[in-house]
């Protein structure tokens, strides 16, 4: 097999939450604008795994961290780092969609405005290339201003994509991404995903073998917090 080069890089992470051992010992490399897939049965700690590649494992109380996690050969866990340009470097996608509570523009523009665009043509321009990137824009150029809250589960997703890509990560992260849509949504999200590791690197979490197999160049297979197979 041909050497791939690594975007994340794991060495002897150890997760506890509280006395819970939940990851033990995981050494692996995720590799650079590819889609590598986690998988295992439900538990065995692949929503951890994930999060502890952008801190958002930090939210957790009670959790001990120990080990090595490189992005970029950068060492995320050194106290010295912004967690702030952490995650924006790396951004997620969880299981259920979670438009934020304005209108379809602004939870694109949302991310955007934070970092500190603030020139109106420059964040239209921004809201409809990610909403074409993410497969949106044709379903709801007319109706931007409109409240996300109203589009369906399947277009609320695209959405959360769409605003996940406008702060321009280099890694996309997947919490079981389609297991709350219909196959139709599903399937269109999953396009998505082949379409854009040309541009990203790609790590989805899924239960199901079927959805591994379409879109895994890589797979980790984790049982009882433990690597068994990369």
């Known amino acids: 097999m041909e050497r791939f080069k690594p975007h994340i890089s794991v060495d002897k992470l150890n997760v506890f939450y509280g006395k819970h051992h939940v ?6 490399e995720i590799p650079e604008k590819q889609i590598t897939v986690v998988i295992g049965p439900s538990g065995c ?18 959790i001990t961290v120990s080990g090595n996690v490189m992005v970029d050969g950068m060492d995320i866990y050194n106290g010295k780092i912004d967690i702030t340009q952490i995650r924006k470097k790396i951004g997620m996608l969880s299981q259920k969609p979670y438009p934020l509570p304005m209108s379809i523009y602004d939870n694109v523009a949302y991310g955007p405005r934070i970092h500190g665009i603030r020139k109106r043509k420059e964040l239209d321009g921004i809201v409809e290339h990610y909403l074409q990137v993410a497969g949106l824009w044709d379903e709801v150029k007319d109706r931007l201003k409109s409240p996300a809250s109203r589009l369906s589960a399947g277009q609320q997703q695209r959405l959360c994509l769409a605003r996940t890509l406008a702060v321009e990560p280099e890694i996309i992260l997947g919490d079981e991404p389609t297991s709350a849509l ?12 082949v379409e854009l590791k040309k541009d990203y690197t790609i790590v989805i979490v899924t239960h199901i073998l079927r ?10 297979f984790l049982y009882m917090g433990e690597v068994i197979e990369h």
């Open 23 to 28: 990851l033990k010992d995981i050494s692996v």
């Open 211 to 220: 959805q591994a197999k379409r879109l895994a160049d890589y797979v980790i």
């Open 182 to 193: 219909d196959p139709v949504s599903a399937k269109r999200i999953e396009k998505e995903f």
């Open 45 to 62: 700690g692949k929503t951890t795994l994930l999060k502890s590649f952008n801190r958002l494992i930090d939210l957790v109380d009670g």
